[in-house]
Structures are given as structure tokens and as C-alpha cells.
């Protein structure tokens, strides 16, 4: 009897289906001090408990990307083992913070199915929740994966595409309890500028770069138990290891404190595309684009609808060409909903 | 008076001296999520404080291999600065689980000695145990390595060749207080293989590889504090630094979870040898051979006899040619007992 | 309005001016961990809260240069973002231990001014304090960092230059409170030489060296929050990043142990010189002179004043060449005081 996982091929999944991913795992100090070794995250109620509890938090939370890489990670070998491309993302939202101590597992249920018209592979819609150490779901999106099918001969399931928002409505995000910006300290925030001093349309050079490592991004990636091959074996990738899309999320989210160090908590994902693949030895920088403002009923807190861009090079701004297709430099094209002091 | 440590030579041991090794380590929350970050492990127990309490534990105790290192690495400046190779291990025994906030040193005794007929060098043999804040022991194991005479001319002492068992009984196996596999969790540790679905002989190919990086194996054994140069320093090392071998040891068992995912604990180490020296820019890969299967008198707890081997390519489960020796792509070949859900 | 950080330029220092620099930063396990993985760090005192605890101390500090890197690093984007030069510090002084769980953030005062007579950049003094979550000061120190002039037609500001200490006297060290090394186990600290061992003039080769990796670099600068461009982003330094000031440090001191395992405390900075600019590939070695040594009023310490100097090759004990200039090996010139047992 074969003892390893082969993974999921298309016909294996089933319209309702539900996936308890394996191996809960307990998030702590260290994987809190290693998100900080591992991209350069500066924003302050991530790094201080003392600022957390300044606006209304017991501590200060574990970075909502953490979060979510722990949870997307657990998905990997059920989902996108036998995936030939992660194709998008949708109504992502962050639920609860998650603090040190938690312990997370994922969950998912198969809400779509379509063959594609090659038929050797199809698009499978997945919603998937991470669940906490007392049964309360901590995070939940939409994800999407283009899978082989394991016998081309299988016949086609029935085409369900499910109905997603393209956006969030400021009313579908959860403002964590208790969160209160009145008191918000700028100063130890590392910048001045308000929700109320940024404009729908207004675009940002975050000016920062990192240059990218194969021990770095290996180390994040196993981090999160994300044991995709391709992001560490080069026998099997010899053109070059893969860099977990992720890696590039939050390599670019943490590059947006200069200019946005005030965008400080992450409720809700938009949709993402990974433009282009990202390699060991690339430089990564990022723009965003002020896409939406909205005010929330939490004290002194505001929502605001970011596009985050991560790019290889290439001038700030331009995210496609005249044909409509992405830049070669674009890397991410990332559509979330943050909150700032008003 | 020269203040730097030289280390010991063959000559300084005496049968029946006790070493007792330097710098106490406490183990915390940060070793734990960095050993996550270093290797692919995903063993449920080890990640998950939730699942550990299932399982009749306080919480996920530091990795067993991580208690190894620590200890280990304690022993280097006194046992193996200057030594020429690492021969063997034997008769290595968990005897309780390693919690976060626990602090660890290391005590050796010489158990023999023998010089080689060429007179330069000769093999120590010793017995080391880890032991707790509260002095109690946590880990015993016997090591054997060949080590440079200072004076050749230095008298050979009495050859003393210690008894060690080929392989540990499992009587000889010490369960972890409370250990309870009654009602675990198969969906949630990842994989349904039972300790009954493993047959004597199974061969077990974990399919999945890491490429090795200096930055991380020099990270990975700086954090057990072992500072043998080789690991280390280019300068003494030009043809390339030498991998520390609980690295492999480390990396090839986390591969092992796809297809042993359940082999949860290990209790004992009956042996071990590596190979083929191991260099950054390789690919890591592992097979196992189930050598033996036991009950043991713990409530849904099987024993596993496994042999792990690790390699840089080839075919698995081909582990020495026809001369009897190792065959050039293997790295390790180690030979441990683990505890299953029977 | 632009929103990112352009730094300060010389014209913008005033003599008195109060700068609390952003995002204060909580320590802990985590950061302890990532210490010990990245440096090779044995001082048991930092190692072993039950070694710290019989030295009088609740639990093992964070290390004491990793409490610097974390002051040091919220300076950054608002002193020597757009430096030419990190000329030297002076009357460094820890003033209590750091904890996990302690909050630290940094406020600077401008004590001194003097534009060069190029008229296109100036010297900038500031006194720099590390103060915790209950306001209370762990560590004092003065740097000075050479900054470029926005406008070159800007009024050179009066020249202030303040007058500083060559060299911290035994007085004006704190010895942290309740610290006692009466009961000092040498035996588990690892070498046997205590502070009356020492002579004034006496040099120790550390012997051991590593090899520097662009991914540890980079995780250690980061965890420090430290952000410069030089260190991480290739495409703006194509011939090389360069490698953040205090990693050097922080791997000449822990090489340091090798000779000076029981230098476990750094309580004074007097003074210290990046002699060259390190890169990645460089192997760092270590050597110390004994500069001076006091007693103190604590029971069973001493202090010792010591040079430390880091190099990337050449002779030990060699620190400058005929013409009075730094040798072209060395890397780092540091001076400082440390407690030891007497």
C-alpha cells in the first residue's frame, strides 16, 4: 500500500466536499520574532504589545499574513499538490486576531468545479477557513487552482462556478473587538498621515527594496509548513526554485510601512494575482494605489482598500501594457482592505 | 597562560572520567518555531499543543531531534574538536520529553579506548546524558569517534571496548509519561497509516526534497551551540564547508512525515552512520526500511523499528553496492525506534 | 503630499532637539532564539535562565548587543538614513538588562553640530537612550554619523561639538541590580580563567572564524527593525550590500567567547570604529587585548576593559599599519567594558 500522499487530481473533488486539512500547529514568540527577521515589518501594533494594548488589544497579535500563510499552508498538500497554477483569491477575511498560543487548522469546502476545455485539467473553488484552539474561525477566503486530472478519460463534473464579490463591502469586514484608534500614537507609528490624508486614486513609490534569498524565502516557506516542491527541491525545478507567492505578499506588505505605516491591520482580501514567478536573487519593491476609503463604526478606525504591487524592477505605476496583460517586472497584484486611524 | 579552548586529545581520556560539558541551554518557544523554519516537519505532536494534550502530554515538547542537538552540541569543545570522524552512535534513549522553559546540559563519561596501530589517533568511546533543571536526565546515548594523539609518543592506555547492543529492546524503550494514543487523530496528524498498516521489510520512498543552503544548516547548528569550525569557517575548510551530520539527521527524518507521518516520537537510536560527507547546493532525500514492529504496554502505543536513510540523488532504497559499502550518493543511514498509533 | 520618509538632512538638526524615534518593539523567546542561531553566542549567562538566576538575575537577559541592535535600529530613519558615514560612539552604558516580554523604544537628543567645510555635509551628535514599557532607561549611548545637506546653501548651524569621554570610568558603569557571581560555576560556563587571570596588555586570539551569508546578514538586520537600503537592496548597491555594522559586532563578540567566556556581561561602550566596510564571503575572526580592569562594588565582579577587533583575514594583534591607518583586514575596533567573575 502506498504510503505517501499523491495529492488530489481534479475528479477526486466533489461540489460540497469538506477538507479537514492536517497538522494543527501552535503559533507563538518565535514565529512572531522570525516574521520580523524574515521581512521587514515595522508596523507597531504588530511590534509592540504595549501599542496593541494602546488601541484596545490584549497584545499584540501575530501579522495577519502569518496568519494566513499558516492557514493557506496546511491547505497545500489536499489543494494545490497537483496544481498548475494558483489563480486567484476572493473574499478574504480576516476574523479574530490570532495571538501567541493559538493553535490553527484549516478547513476547506469545495464551492466550484469546471473542467477545462483540454480536458487534462480543471478549476477547482475552494473556501477556506482557519479554525482556532476553540472552534472559532480565525480566517476565511476563496481560493482558486487550476488541477491535473489523474485519468484525462474521467468524465467532466457538472460546471459550478460559484458567485463571488469582486470586492468587499466595508460591511463583510470584521473590525477585530475591541480595536479603538482614538489615542493613536503617530509618532511611534512612524508616520503622520491619517486615513482622512489619503486619496482615492493616490499612488505610492514605497522607494524600499530587498534582495531575495534562496535561505530566506526556504525558511519562511517551511515556516508556514508549506512543503510545496517546488519551492525547495531544485532537482525537480532545475530552471530554479519557485518562491512561495506568498513570500512576495508579505516581502511587499512589509515594504508598504514607508508610506503606509499607519495601514495597520489587515481585515480583507479583495482578490490577488501572482503576476509573474518570482526567483532567488530578484529585488523586490512595491507601489500602491489608494483604491477605496470607507469609515467604520469602530472608534477612530477607518477602512481603506489598497492595491499592493510587488515588482522585480521596472518603473513604479505601470501594472500592464497596452495589450492588457501584466508587465514582465509586475510580480503581485494584490486588492485588500486595511485599517487606519481616521 | 593560553586562555583558548584546544580541546582534548586521546591521550587526556581516562576510562571512568566525567566530562561535564559547558554552557547550559534553555529551550524555549523560539527553538521550537526555528526548528519549524529549518525543516519540513509537520509531525502533529511537535506542532501542535492541542493534538500533544490528545496524546496525554502537557504540551508539544521541542522536537526530539532539537533535544538531541542541544545535548550534542554541548560535547564538541571536550569531545570532538579534535577529532578526525565521527564513528558511531548506540544505545540512544529519549527518557522524557523536552518542554519549552526546560534548561539542558550535558554530562559525558569515557566508557573506552582504544588506540589505532598507526599509533596517531585512537577511538573515545562515550556515554552522554542530557539532563534537566532538575537534574533529570532526559537523554543518554553512547558515541564512538576517532580523535588525534597530541604526542605520539604518548603511551597507549588499556584498550577498553564498551558492550553496546546491536539494537535496543524495546523494554529498553522508555514511553513518555502519560503518552495516550487511544483516541488519536489520524485526519488531523495527516495520514491514516496505523502502526498495524506497516509491515516488517516495507520500504518507504518520502519522495519530497530540500536543496541545501549554507546560511541554513550554519543557522541550524549555531542555534545547538555546536562550533565546530568546520561547519563554519571557509578559510579552514576551502573545499567547502562540512554540514554538520544532525542537520541531515534533522532534515532526512522531516521528509520521512510523508509516508510516516504517524512515527510520531522518537524513543530510541540503535545506531547511525554518515556516509558520504553533506555540502550546501545538494538535494536532501530520504527513504525508510521498517526493520521491526512491537508492542508496547503504553495505551494505543505501537514501536517502530526504522531505518532512515538520507541521500543526494540516486535511487532509493539502494544503500551499498556490492562491496558492502555505502554507496556514494548516501548520506545517512540511521536506525531509530519511534512510537505509532497501533 | 508625499508620504514616505526622505530621512533628515544636516540643516534639519538642531543643538537640543528631542527626536522619539517610531515603532517600539516587544522582545522576547523568539528573538532570543533567532540570537543564538545567528551568531555563534555561548556566554552561558544569556544562555540558561537557571545560570542566570544563581548570578542573581530573575532569567537570562536578551543579549545585551541585541538590546543595542533594537535601540540602535529605530535610530536609523531618523539619523542615518541619508549619512555618509558612521563616524563613532561614545559613553555607551547598559543601564539594566532586558527581558523577554520588555517593550523598548528610543528617543534621541541633538548634542552636537559642526559642518564640514565642504559645505555639502556636517557631523551630527546624538545621544541615544533605549527606554522600556515602564519609561525606565536600559541603555544610554552617544553616536555620531556624518549626514549629507539637503541644500548646500543652507546657514552652517554654530559648531557644537560635545565633549565626550575617550573612556567610561569602573564609576560610571551599572552593575545590574542583585548580579553576583560569588557562587560562579566556571565549570558550566565553559573555561576556568577569571577576571585576576587577566593582565592588562595581554592579547587572545579567538581562533574560530565564519563565513558570512547575505540570508543571515539581512534576517539579523531586519530583526533589529534596522531598514538602511545598503544592507538589503542589491540594484541600490550593485557592488555589494553591506553588511550592517553591528552583525559584525555582534560576531566578533560572540566569537570572543573562545578566550573570554567569562566576559559575560557588556555594561560600557567606549568607543568604536568600522575600520572597513564587510560584504558577504568574508570570513570573520576575532582577537582581544586587555585594556584595563577595575573592581567593582558587586559581590565576586570585576570589570574588564577590552578591545575587540574583528578582521577578514590577516594577522591577529596587527591593527594598524605604519601610516597610523587601520589595516585593510580589519573590520571592526571596538572598545568596551564587560563583568566577570573575580
Known sequence: MQKTNSGHFFEDYKIGQVIAHAVPRTVGEGERALYHALYPARHALYSSDEFARDCGLPESPID???????????????????????????????????????????????????????????????????????????????????????????PAPETVVPDLKQVLSVDD??????????????????????????????????????????????????????????????????????????????????????????????????????????FSGLTIKAWSEVLDKQPTSAPGVGAIRLRLVATKGGDPFELRGEDGKYNKDVLLDLDYWALMPV
Chains 1, 2, 3 share one sequence.
Request: glycine fraction near 10%; hydrophobic fraction near 45%.
Open 64 to 154: 495577519d499574513l502569518a496568519a494566513f500563510h499558516v492557514v493557506f499552508g496546511k491547505t497545500v498538500p489536499d489543494v494545490s499538490l497537483n496544481a498548475v497554477a494558483n489563480l486567484g483569491y476572493a473574499e478574504g477575511r480576516w476574523l479574530q486576531p490570532v495571538f501567541a498560543g493559538d493553535t490553527l487548522r484549516s478547513v476547506s469546502e469545495v464551492i466550484g468545479l469546471k473542467q477545462n476545455s483540454n480536458g487534462k485539467t480543471g478549476v477547482v473553488w475552494v473556501r477556506t477557513r482557519g479554525i482556532n484552539q476553540v472552534g472559532k474561525a480565525v480566517l476565511d477566503y476563496v481560493r482558486w487552482v487550476m488541477v491535473r486530472k489523474r485519468d484525462v478519460d474521467a
Open 173 to 278: 469586514l470584521v473590525i477585530p473587538e475591541g480595536l479603538d484608534f482614538s489615542d493613536y500614537d503617530f509618532n511611534l507609528a512612524g508616520e503622520p498621515h491619517r486615513w482622512g490624508d489619503y486619496e482615492i486614486g493616490e499612488t505610492i513609490d514605497h522607494v524600499d527594496g530587498v534582495t531575495i534569498e534562496e535561505a530566506e524565502h526556504m525558511i519562511a516557506t517551511r515556516l508556514w509548513q508549506n512543503t510545496a516542491k517546488v519551492h525547495f527541491d531544485l532537482t525537480f525545478r532545475p530552471e530554479g526554485r519557485l518562491i512561495y507567492g506568498g513570500h512576495v505578499i508579505s516581502m511587499a506588505r512589509a515594504l508598504s510601512f514607508n508610506g503606509l505605516a499607519n495601514a495597520q491591520m489587515i481585515v480583507g482580501l479583495n482578490g490577488g494575482a501572482h503576476a509573474n514567478p518570482c
